[in-house]
């Protein structure tokens, strides 16, 4: 079996945005509950990987971090694929490691969150660098999206 990578990215880089816009809204879900401390540790909830989800508002809170992974998983595929297979491509890594890397604070600044009892300032910062993750993300997949088919010529001038 062949795998077109041309569409293999498209769709994880395209998986990866929608994944970071859906943690910001779980996270908007968690502020607007006041769930934000409903687990008091992190990178574990109540000291579990997996916690007691009968309290809706742990419930929340432990989805925006698995929506947060999966956001991690698919953000960090698209960095490898396109390492891997469109090395070639300075835009796509550009974006892809910019967004790799605003994640990895994104998801820094979110246990200083906790660790912080919500500080005003952190929970701020937490929120615009998802939105930038998001951004980033939204843009690897346009240019994913505009990458030439195997053997079309390219529609950006070679430099």
Not at 18 to 37: K, Q, S
Not at 49 to 69: I, M, N, S, T, W
Not at 94 to 113: C, I
Request: one cysteine or more.
């Amino acid at each position: 079996m062949k795998i077109d990578r041309r569409r293999f990215l498209q769709a994880v880089a395209i998986l990866g945005a929608l994944l970071a816009y859906a943690t910001i809204v779980l996270g908007g879900t968690v502020r607007g509950m006041d769930a934000g401390l409903a687990c008091p540790d992190w990178p574990l909830c109540h000291g579990h990987v997996v916690p007691d989800l009968g309290d809706p508002l742990v419930a929340v809170e432990y989805a925006h971090r698995l929506v947060a992974a999966l956001t991690t998983l698919f953000l960090l595929l698209t960095l490898i694929v396109a390492f891997v297979w469109f090395r070639s491509d300075r835009l796509l890594l550009t974006f892809s490691s910019a967004s790799m890397a605003l994640l990895v604070t994104q998801v820094g600044f979110g246990a200083l969150t906790i660790s912080s009892n919500l500080d005003w300032v952190v929970v701020t910062i937490h929120l615009a660098l998802g939105t930038a993750t998001f951004a980033s993300g939204l843009l690897v997949a346009i240019v994913a999206r505009r990458l030439p088919a195997v053997g079309v010529a390219s529609p950006r001038p070679i430099e």
